[in-house]
């Protein structure tokens, strides 16, 4: 039988669909609610991909995210299993492997960090209000748009340095184990007085460096409370193009140590398809 999994985030709806021997059919559509009937429609269009008979043999579907608790327990036939958001993030991000205990962050329309250390439960650690959500918003506000693609190819010709003040900006130099080339306030050199208004491409560097170093400062404190031997970065915010190149202007970033999925937006669903599929709702198998 095939199973598949939804994911009703608060901007994009995740649809996987596994069938044995195969790879994985993936869709990822505008947020929906987790209702019964929207919930058929969705896996008619992700079975749609995958061929007329497909849908006959969904056996079992996990969800997560939003109020996808409200579902049955059945869609007709296909049983529906519900798995906590934080299970589902945890198992998506040692999917690939990562070292354990890992800090697992999910790049949504906020930010959700999770310690994922098996054998013990997924632990939901903290969360930001910071997130691919605020990158839309303040892009729409800022530079007239919400178009991703539009966004990304902006801020990969931005320079953060026209928006951004950094710590040699302030002190001169480095302090301590922080380079001078840190950020010290992000958009802070925009409020002086004899700066330039910077270009549209500028602020889209600003904004993708906001939400990059806001989610990844969060995520380095946790690893360091926690002993984590890993950072594991999933979510769709990641696919913004440009949004990687915020993440790598990091000083020091250690890339063996921060990690990211593959189909990063992907991740949380399959999480939550494979909890379902071990037929452990606690994620610690």
Not at 176 to 187: C, D, N
Request: hydrophobic content about 45%; glycine content about 12%; charged content about 20%.
């Amino acid at each position: 039988m095939h199973s598949a999994a939804i994911d009703f985030g608060g901007t994009v709806t995740d649809l996987v669909l596994r069938r044995p021997g195969q790879s994985d059919v993936l869709l990822a559509l505008p947020s929906a609610s987790p209702e019964p009937a929207v919930a058929e429609a969705l896996l008619d269009r992700l079975c749609e991909r995958a061929g007329a008979s497909a849908r006959a043999e969904l056996g079992l579907i996990a969800v997560t995210g939003g109020r996808s608790w409200q579902l049955p327990d059945a869609l007709g036939a296909t049983r529906v299993v519900k798995v906590d958001e934080p299970i589902a993030t945890a198992v998506g991000g040692l999917l690939e492997d990562a070292p354990s205990p890992a800090i697992v962050v999910s790049l949504g329309t906020g930010t959700g960090i999770v310690l994922a250390d098996p054998p013990s439960p997924p632990q939901r650690l903290v969360g930001s209000g910071i997130g691919g959500g605020t990158l839309l918003g303040l892009a729409k506000l800022l530079l007239g748009t919400t178009d991703v693609k539009q966004i990304g190819e902006l801020a990969k010709r931005g320079d953060v340095t026209r928006c951004d003040l950094t710590v040699g900006d302030i002190l001169g130099g480095g302090i301590g184990p922080v380079p001078a080339e840190a950020t010290a306030s992000h958009f802070a050199r925009v409020a002086r007085p004899d700066t330039a208004v910077p270009r549209p491409e500028d602020i889209a560097a600003a904004l993708t460096n906001l939400i990059g170093q806001s989610a990844l400062r969060l995520a380095f404190e946790a690893a360091r409370f926690h002993q984590a031997r890993s950072i594991v970065l999933l979510g769709h915010t990641l696919d913004v193009p440009g949004f990687r190149d915020a993440i790598e202007r990091i000083p020091l970033l250690d890339r063996s140590y921060v990690r990211i999925v593959s189909e990063p937006g992907f991740a949380v669903a399959r999480g939550a398809l494979e909890t379902a599929l071990r037929g452990d709702p606690t994620g610690v198998a």
